[in-house]
């Protein structure tokens, strides 16, 4: 079995996660998940209260009783939402693990350490890891160029962020931005990591709670069908490649501001496309990771492949590769590399 020390901080059978997701993390998605072995998240904001929270909470309970956790996003806002009260109705819930995500969370850790929850703290660069890692979470979820969401500002592909962090901190870590199949695991492990999270792979199964187009959408799209907006903003996000999104593209692009763009890119139109399929009717995330899904299977189906084929790899193909005589891989192994 394969077992990281992700798996064994946060309690799971296999060092994989769904991370939150917003109008996605609801019960079925993340019970699904946790049901299969990995660790989902519930978003506390996709509910409209923190008294919806903790009925959304209790729901999960009802359909899984292994470990699942909540996302708290904290962003900046001018009328933010009472994050105090969403801290305190997962602790209230009886919550063990809390994924945090946007701003620092260090005003938040008291309270949840006080309750015994664990922290994953989902980042984009090197030093702010290193800056979690200091104020006490658990474990970080490091975001690399390639994810769905904000990917920060610097740039930095998984294949050099994984491994820049991997050197400097010593929490377990988990890789996020582009993972989708046993391929990636075994990957992301080797550079370092003690586990994956993905977004649009669980984005794009059978339990996911969006409509069924979102879902042809991801299966047809390539690597190349994302867009980055906000660039100009310093705030960027990568999301599918649709009307809308090209628009923002467009608009900010050519000087335009904010303002300019604000009825584009709300989030009630985000929700739209997800509830009535209406492919254009906003902007919603998806990662370079598109490019390598072409089906969607159940939680379960796609989660065991995926351990399946990184024991697989680990297990049988690479050690296949070595020789200690230093002979090298035969012809007959040639063109087998991951």
Not at 46 to 64: F, K, S, Y
Not at 70 to 96: F, H, K, M, Q
Not at 237 to 266: H, M, Q, T, Y
């Amino acid at each position: 079995m394969l077992t990281t020390r992700f798996c064994e901080t946060f309690g799971v059978e296999h060092p994989i996660a769904q991370g939150g997701m917003q109008w996605v993390g609801r019960a079925e998605l993340v019970s699904a998940v946790a049901e299969a072995g990995a660790l989902g998240f519930l978003t506390a904001l996709t509910q409209p209260t923190p008294e919806a929270l903790a009925a959304e909470i209790q729901r999960c309970r009802e359909m899984t009783d292994k470990p699942f956790g909540v996302n708290l996003t904290i962003l900046p806002s001018i009328d933010p939402p009472p994050y105090d009260e969403y801290r305190r109705a997962i602790v209230e819930s009886g919550v063990g693990i809390v994924e945090t995500a946007g701003f620092n969370p260090a005003e938040h850790m008291p309270e949840f350490r006080a309750a015994g929850v664990k922290v994953l703290h989902k980042c984009t660069s090197v030093r702010h890891a290193m800056k979690a890692e200091q104020i006490g979470v658990d474990g970080v979820s490091i975001d690399g160029f390639e994810c769905a969401g904000h990917p920060g500002e610097d740039d930095v592909p998984g294949l050099v962020l994984v491994p820049a962090a991997a050197r400097r901190l010593s929490i377990p870590m988990i890789a996020s931005g582009g993972f989708v199949d046993g391929r990636g695991l075994t990957a992301a492990l080797a550079l370092g990591a003690d586990g994956v999270n993905m977004g649009t792979r669980f984005l794009c199964t059978a339990e996911s709670p969006v409509h069924e187009k979102v879902k042809e959408q991801i299966v047809a799209g390539t690597e190349l069908d994302t867009e980055l907006i906000f660039r100009p903003l310093r705030n960027t996000a990568r999301v599918a490649s649709n009307a809308v999104s090209r628009k923002v593209v467009e608009i900010l692009d050519g000087g335009g501001a904010f303002p300019d763009v604000r009825d584009l890119v709300s989030g009630a139109r985000g929700r739209k496309v997800f509830e009535d399929g209406d492919l254009d009717a906003g902007i919603w995330s998806a990662g370079l990771a598109q490019g390598l899904i072409d089906d969607v299977p159940t939680v379960r189906e796609a989660v065991d492949r995926i351990v399946a084929e990184a024991e697989e790899l680990i297990a049988r193909r690479l050690p296949g590769m070595y020789s200690e005589t230093g002979a090298g891989v035969s012809r007959e192994g040639a063109g087998q590399a991951v």
